[in-house]
């Protein structure tokens, strides 16, 4: 069973602060996506990273896919209060059938003004 | 990206009774897939549908109890049956993108009384 352990769980803190949250598994992950929800809503693509080592940045956000493909993190650098919501790390995993995702467990993010 | 809708967004059901969830997506895709998410956590994959044979459920999940159509390449329901109180969650449909991305609608939450 492919596990994705996603950390910390809850964060909750000031406007303007910088914050990491990883992902980490020891399983090979084809893809590995980032996701943020709201209340009420279903999960949002924010990235893809595909690539060992890989890096993208989306404005404040910065993703980094591990080497060896088994882990990621995401970065916010000077969070804002519309940043607060879920965020969800999901690896892709090839099935005989095609791919299906596994999601880490998810972190609260609670950017205060 | 696909956009993916889905009904109903809530409902509140006798214990017993069944409910079906539609997800319609506006353009074809591969895959679709059925998850379940308690409010603040992580998505749980209930079944791969799969268009024009018997969808691929996952560990703890049975086709009796969550039966699931799928007649064409834009269009799937779960149906919820014989639900009990425990079956309260949020139901969430997706369709696959290119790099095995997820593309979720708004969900459905079902609470059972």
């Known amino acids: 069973t492919q596990l994705l352990e996603q950390s910390p769980q809850f964060l909750s803190i000031q406007e303007g602060e910088n914050l990491t949250v990883y992902c980490n598994s020891s399983?090979?992950?084809?893809?590995l996506q980032w996701y943020r929800q709201e209340p009420g809503e279903g999960p949002v693509l924010l990235v893809t990273v595909v690539t060992g080592g890989e890096v993208k940045k989306l404005k404040r956000l910065t993703f980094q896919f591990g080497d060896a493909r088994k882990d990621s993190s995401l970065h916010i650098t000077a969070a804002q209060t519309g940043d607060t919501g879920l965020y969800l790390c999901a690896g892709g995993i090839g099935m005989e059938y095609g791919n299906k995702l596994v999601f880490g467990a998810g972190t609260i993010l609670r950017v205060k003004s | 990206s696909a956009v993916i809708s889905q009904k109903p967004s809530r409902d509140i059901c006798q214990r017993g009774t069944s409910l079906t969830i539609q997800c319609q997506v506006d353009s074809q895709v591969t895959m679709m897939f059925w998850y379940r998410q308690q409010p603040g956590q992580s998505l749980t994959l209930i079944a791969t549908a799969n268009q024009g044979s018997e969808a691929t459920y996952e560990s703890g999940f049975v086709i009796d109890k969550f039966p699931i159509s799928r007649p064409n390449l834009t269009f799937s329901t779960l149906t919820v049956s014989n639900m009990s109180p425990e079956d309260s969650s949020i139901y969430l449909c997706?369709?696959?993108?290119?790099?095995?991305?997820?593309?979720f609608g708004q969900g459905t939450r079902l609470t059972v009384v």
């Open positions: 997706s369709g696959e993108g290119m790099n095995t991305e997820a593309f």
């Open positions: 399983s090979v992950f084809s893809s």
